[in-house]
Nanobody, 124 residues
Framework: QVELAESGGGLVQAGGSLRLSCAAP????????MGWFRRAPGKEREFVAI????????YYADSVKGRFTISRDNAKNTAYLQMNSLKPEDTAVYYC?????????????????WGQGTQVTVSS
């Protein structure tokens, strides 16, 4: 397992943008599949996006496709989630995850390492 730390959450108006980061200081993430999940109040944790170890292949939930972009910089041991055209229904705690897993991995159980989460709130 690897310790992950998210940053970049906050309060934004509908239509705005945020960029989340997920870092693992001192650890190498280049061999992991990286994912982003979110949990809205009263709901289950849901899949948002994943990216393969090389950064060349990505997969998105239908609800964020075309608005969110997942990327990674293996030299910095960091993964990112660029969120554009945000909607109030995107309000949630966002978690990054790392794992050695098949493709596409869209279930929380597919990932062995998790961050503590960062709150994203989108006001209408």
């Amino acid at each position: 397992q690897v310790e992950l730390a998210e940053s970049g959450g906050g309060l934004v108006q509908a239509g705005g943008s945020l960029r989340l980061s997920c870092a693992a200081p001192g650890r190498t993430l280049s061999t992991y599949v990286m994912g982003w999940f979110r949990r809205a109040p009263g709901k289950e944790r849901e899949f948002v996006a994943i990216i393969d170890w090389s950064g060349t292949t990505t997969y998105y939930a239908d609800s964020v496709k075309g608005r969110f972009t997942i990327s990674r910089d293996n030299a910095k041991n960091t993964a990112y989630l660029q969120m554009n055209s945000l909607k109030p229904e995107d309000t949630a705690v966002y978690y990054c995850a790392a794992g050695f897993t098949g493709w596409p991995a869209t279930k929380p159980a597919d990932f062995g390492s998790w961050g503590q989460g960062t709150q994203v709130t989108v006001s209408s």
